[in-house]
């Protein structure tokens, strides 16, 4: 497969505001794109991910849906500068939180704006294959579910086939495990979707795996970057081998630089230490906004969300995650 890497100048045909704090940006951006994938967004000297909430196989238009974050800058940038008819820069959709192939039911379990992807992810299992489907999505209070109408119609469509529980805060309390455990006590077959908050993701997780569902028969989008006094289970450091010495040569627009080898730096501090400026959003294997190609060695990704087999065979690397495993590698970034 080979990956489009720029960023292209794409026109916001509308803009719906789905709450108080999240608006729908439905672009005029002709990219194919798979249920679940995401843009990423540069803007104020920043680089965003935002997931797709449209479907490719429901809806003819392509739309990303964006939350405020408090205190963020590009969130609020958006909410607050963007009108129909502007522009903005994107790179064409990536990501591996997409539907796998199976016969059993899809589970999915998310929070406050990451509905985003599930909503995407919903649609198209619900069009394109017989499966069963089931959300719980918590948010803080009513006013702040995003989708509810959509969702509610999609199960009235489905009926037997989708079901939608919603969990609001001001009323229930956080989620605890057990109300996890008691939601996919039935199911612990299926595919399981999780994506919101890190407290959300971790509880859900660990609650999942708890109930002796295997690591493999969850997918997790990553918003933000863990609190890492929750942890971030999946993650195993011990995994990437130590190096002995070595170098480690970066080529990004037309400069090249070397420098020696330090154990458990990541490709892409070793290309800052060398003086370079990569592209990079999130720095946990999620966005794939720092990718580069291998061009010599091998490195071994401790985490990848975002690159799918035929692109790590192709040499495609998430710098942010790769550490060598060879004396001399060479990663070179498109421009
Ligand atoms: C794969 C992926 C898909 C995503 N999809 C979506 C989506 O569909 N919808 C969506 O709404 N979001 C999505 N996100 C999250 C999104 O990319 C952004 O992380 C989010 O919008 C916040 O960005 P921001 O620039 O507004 O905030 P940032 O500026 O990144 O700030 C984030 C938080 O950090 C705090 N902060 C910032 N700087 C500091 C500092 N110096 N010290 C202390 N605190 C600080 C801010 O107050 C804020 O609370 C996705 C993320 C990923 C990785």
């Known amino acids: 497969m080979v990956r489009d890497h720029g960023f292209h100048p794409v026109r916001i045909k509308r803009i719906v505001q789905e709450t108080a704090d999240t608006r729908t940006y439905v672009l005029d951006a002709p990219f194919p794109?798979?249920?679940?994938?995401?843009?990423?967004?540069?803007?104020?000297g920043a680089l965003r991910s935002y997931s797709m909430s449209s479907s490719p196989d429901t809806d003819r238009e392509l739309m990303?849906?964006?939350?405020?974050?408090?205190?963020?800058?590009?969130?609020?940038?958006?909410?607050?500068?963007?009108?129909?008819g502007d522009l903005i820069e994107t790179t064409s959709p990536a990501?591996?939180?997409?539907?796998?192939e199976g016969t059993t039911p899809l589970v999915a379990l998310c929070g406050g704006s990451g509905v985003t992807p599930i909503l995407s992810l919903v649609k198209s299992a619900l069009a394109t294959t017989e499966r069963r489907v089931r959300v719980l999505a918590a948010n803080r209070d009513a006013d702040s579910v995003i989708f509810g109408d959509t969702l509610t119609e999609l199960a009235k469509r489905h009926p037997g086939r989708f079901d939608i529980r919603h969990h609001l805060d001001d009323r229930q309390g956080l989620v605890t495990a057990a109300e996890v455990r008691e939601f996919v006590a039935g199911d612990l077959g299926a595919d399981f979707y999780l994506c919101?908050?890190?407290p959300f993701m971790a509880l859900t997780e660990n609650t999942l795996l708890g109930q002796g569902v295997e690591a493999g028969q969850i997918v997790a989008e990553r918003f933000m970057v863990p609190d890492p006094a929750v942890g971030e289970p999946g993650v195993d450091a011990e995994a990437v081998p130590e190096t002995g010495g070595g170098t480690v040569t970066v080529v990004l627009a037309g400069k090249r630089r070397t420098v020696d080898q330090h154990p458990r730096e990541s490709l892409l501090e070793s290309a800052r230490r060398g003086g370079l400026m990569p592209?990079?959003?999130?720095?946990?294997?999620?966005?794939?906004?720092?990718i580069a190609r291998l061009t010599e060695g091998e490195a071994k990704m401790r985490v990848n969300n975002a690159l799918d087999d035929d692109e790590v065979t192709d040499g495609w690397v998430l710098t942010c995650q790769g550490e060598p495993v060879t004396a001399h590698v060479t990663v070179e970034y498109e421009s």
């Open 33 to 44: 794109y798979r249920a679940g994938q995401f843009l990423t967004v540069r803007a104020c």
């Open 64 to 84: 990303t849906t964006v939350k405020r974050v408090p205190g963020g800058l590009v969130s609020n940038w958006m909410h607050d500068h963007l009108s129909p």
């Open 95 to 100: 990501g591996v939180f997409c539907l796998r």
């Open 196 to 198: 919101g908050p890190a």
């Open 279 to 290: 592209p990079f959003s999130c720095e946990m294997g999620n966005c794939g906004t720092c």
